[in-house]
Each structure stands twice: as C-alpha cells, then as structure tokens.
C-alpha cells in the first residue's frame, strides 16, 4: 500500500492491524513531503535530554531525535523572536530583510517559505499557536495600528491557507481543525507555534525538578535565585515536550508520520543570564532536530554549523522546489541525505532593539542594544554598537537569578570573570572567544597577539557580511 500525502486517512487501529499482517508502507520519494516546523520559545541548547541534559525530561522530542537527525550547533540569526523568525520563513537575514527593529511587520516584497511553498509545489499551508511575530507588535497603540491598516502592512492572512492563534494546549485541536481542512491529494505546510519556555515561567510543580541537583554552567553563579528560576525553566521546557506529543499523536491518528519531514527548533535562547538578547551562544544556539522517513536514518548527530538562514532553503529543496537567488541561508539537504556537503565556515548573529519599549538613558540593554557576531567551529568575534548600555537580561531582569546576582556584584562575591562579563560599563566595543578553551565566553581575547590572525579573519568576515547586506551600523575596525 503506498500512502503519498495526505490523501488516504485511516485511523491508527487500521494501520496496526494492517501492520499486523505484514503489510508494510513505503513512500514515494520523489513526492514532496508534507512538512511541519514545530518551534518552541527561547529554547536554548542543550535543554533536550535527547542532549544528554539531566536537568530535563523530553521524551517526545528524544523520540524524535532518535529517528531523526540531532543538531548540536544550530544558531538562530537573532537572539530575539521576531529576528530570529524572519530568518526562517524567508531565508534570509533580518538586516537583509529590514527587520532589525523588532516590532516591525514583514515587508510585502520578502516571499516567504510557506508562499514559495503554495505557488510553486501547491502546498496547502498554514500558522498556528502562539503569536508567529511577523504582523508588527499590537502593544504600540492605536496610531501605529491605524498606520498598519493605512498601509496593508498585517500580510499573514494573504501569506498562507489557514492562521490561527492560541495558547499551547489549543496547537494539536488547531492542527487537527487544519488538517481536516487540507484539500485531497496536496501536500501541507505547518508552522506549529508554542509559547514555552518563554517567560512567565508557570508550569505545575508535577514539571518542575529539584533545584538542589542541577547542574550550572560556568557563566552562570551558583546561588540560589539562579538555581530555583532555572527549576522553572527547566519546568516549562518538560511542559513544552508534552504539547509537542500530543501534535505527534494528531500526526499518528491520522497515519501521516510517514510521510511528513518534522522539524523542531527553538526561536532562540533562554530569558537568563549570557542568554537571550545576549550575542553569546546561550542566545541563539538552541535545540534542534529533523525527522524525514525514507531520507535520514534515524539516530544521527552533526555539529555542522547551521544558521536558521538554511532552515528555509533546505525545505525548499526537499520539495523539488529551487532556492530563490535572494536567500542567504545554504540548504543542508545533502547533509540530511548523507551527500557531499560543505558546511559552512561563519555563521552571523544580529542584535537591535528589543520590544516595542522607548529608549530611556537610564535603561539597559535589555530593551536597546546593537550588535553583531560571526562564528566559526572555534572561534567567535562581537561586535557591541552600543557599549555604554549596561547589561541586562531580557525578560528576567526582576527575577530572582538577576537579582541576586546584582547583589552578590554589589557585595564582591562574585568571581572577577562573572564581574568582568556582567557588570564591566562601558562594555567592551570588540569581544573575541576561543570557544574550545571557554565555553562559556567569559575570557574576552580580542587584541592578545596570539589570536591576531583568528580575529582579523573573523572581523574581515564580518565587514564583507556587513557591506554585502548594506547593513546600517558603521563598520568594525580592520589592522593596516
């Protein structure tokens, strides 16, 4: 029996009872899979226990890697939402897509995936779940919205079959609703949105595991603010795995595991210390896995730089489509299919403003920061465009982590390289890491004469970036 798309829908006691008599299913390989991008809320690597993490328990997700294909380092564009969600759905960077102020709507000239997706491959193509961040921020008043309408700039509607918006509990009810609404014999597109792990951390305790037996990294001190809000966090990321499975079981009952590529990832980092809106890797490196039945074989890992630019190339390519010229991102499809492939050299990470707040002196920067960072597989060179802002997280500010952190500075009990890191104002313009020595980026190297021609290269990569996506800020110094 050949299941193709989703044209033939039988219930999961068939399929068993099929199965049961030896019958096995096969899927024709050069139909286009249906895809759905499950993407949960300032994830950051490796909060999955598929990682190896102990301080959390996914076992929908670890299913999922199990099957599929792990990502180690997979880096979001943005440590932000909205930035970090241009990048997927247009292949491109937000700088490129004039998008770095975040409570911006998508251009109508920028094409998106789930577009490309209809037009060309006639996927029927749909958003649900949590806000997807791409129609401008509703938190600006009524001017600004009048000025959205003004101008038709909310586009999402036009952009894709079916949008819905809801609370994590409701995304397997909304995906179910849209998969009885996709047409016989087509191909769909789901983008699933969850609110976890974002702040408000407030999953039940039944989540939540002992404070006393995790484990910190070394950006982060040991005390025990720190400790009980990353219990929390830890709470909403064990809640986010189950929501997760219950949109697997919807995929399941309908027969269609089989012939979907399952993407999961998260938007960008966790809202803590040296995390999101931070141009450390705790910002943008989050999980990240694919599941495609017939093409990957289960139970691999790559730590090929990935940036969340590919995410929709590669997608593309999976449906027999091409990549249009005006995408950035590199498809990985050869590494999903065990191909000849070259990964990439540099990565790029992009910082501006977060939320919709006014700027303020006194503020940190928390809601106003810029800057930019390139990786390598070792290396990482920041670029900070406004150093005079004092750090601060963005989300947490008021939680017990930062606050106590706060105090310990105040009180000097905190180790000079958590100072330095923190609490140095102004910040340093350059930073340079050697990330197999100091994981956590809490050595800052730039200038020291043994890493001069590691930074250069990565300064002159991003100066060539910089130029090529006429990016706004001024350029980083270069040596003669």
């Not at 000025?147 to 995304?171: C, N, P, W």
């Amino acid at each position: 029996m050949l299941f193709r798309r989703p044209a033939i829908r039988l219930p999961l006691p068939v399929l068993t009872f099929l199965l049961s008599l030896g019958l096995t299913l096969s899927v024709n390989a050069s139909s286009p899979p249906n895809i759905l991008l499950l993407l949960s809320d300032d994830h950051s690597y490796p909060f999955l226990s598929a990682y190896g993490a102990p301080n959390v328990r996914t076992p929908h997700l670890d299913r999922l890697a199990r099957e599929g294909i792990l990502f180690h380092r997979f880096f979001t564009s943005a440590p932000q939402c909205v930035l970090s969600r241009v990048s997927l759905m247009t292949g491109r960077s937000p700088i490129a897509a004039d998008m770095i102020r975040f409570s911006s709507p998508l251009p109508k000239r920028e094409i998106t995936l789930p577009e490309l997706l209809r037009q060309q491959a006639n996927y029927y193509t749909g958003v649900c779940g949590r806000s997807f961040h791409l129609d401008g921020s509703n938190r600006l008043g009524k001017f600004v919205e009048k000025i959205y309408e003004k101008h038709g700039m909310r586009t999402f509607e036009s952009r894709v079959d079916f949008l819905r918006k809801g609370s994590d509990a409701q995304v397997a009810e909304q995906f179910t609703q849209f998969l009885d609404q996709v047409p016989q014999g087509r191909p769909f597109f789901m983008w699933a949105n969850f609110s976890d792990p974002h702040h408000v951390w407030n999953a039940p305790e039944e989540y939540r595991p002992d404070p006393s037996q995790l484990q910190l990294p070394e950006h982060w001190p040991d005390l025990p603010g720190m400790r009980q809000q990353l219990a929390d966090y830890c709470a909403e990321v064990n809640r986010v795995d189950k929501r997760i499975g219950q949109v697997i079981a919807v995929l399941e009952s309908r027969g269609l595991m089989e012939t979907t590529l399952i993407v999961f990832a998260g938007d960008n980092g966790a809202a803590l210390p040296h995390g999101k809106g931070s141009l450390y890797d705790p910002g943008s490196n989050v999980p990240f896995l694919v599941r495609w039945p017939q093409v990957i074989q289960g139970g691999r890992q790559s730590s090929a730089l990935i940036s969340g630019e590919d995410l929709a190339p590669t997608l593309l390519q999976a449906a027999n489509l091409k990549v249009p010229s005006s995408m950035s991102g590199q498809s990985f499809l050869a590494l999903l299919k065990e191909e000849d492939f070259t990964a990439r050299e540099f990565l790029f990470i992009a910082r501006g403003p977060h939320g919709s707040a006014p700027v303020r002196v006194e503020a940190s920067s928390a809601p106003y920061d810029m800057g930019r960072a390139v990786r390598s597989n070792r290396y990482k060179f920041i670029y900070n465009c406004t150093p005079w802002t004092p750090y601060g997280p963005v989300d947490s500010a008021r939680g017990a982590a930062w606050t106590q952190m706060l105090a310990a500075a105040q009180a000097g009990k905190l180790s000079q390289e958590l100072m330095d890191s923190y609490f140095t104002t102004p910040r340093p313009v350059y930073e340079f890491y050697d990330l197999e020595r100091d994981p956590s980026e809490l050595r800052n190297l730039s200038g020291d004469p043994r890493y001069a021609e590691a930074e250069t290269t990565l300064r002159q990569a991003l100066v060539e970036r910089m130029i090529l996506e006429h990016d706004h800020l001024p350029l980083p110094e270069l040596p003669d």
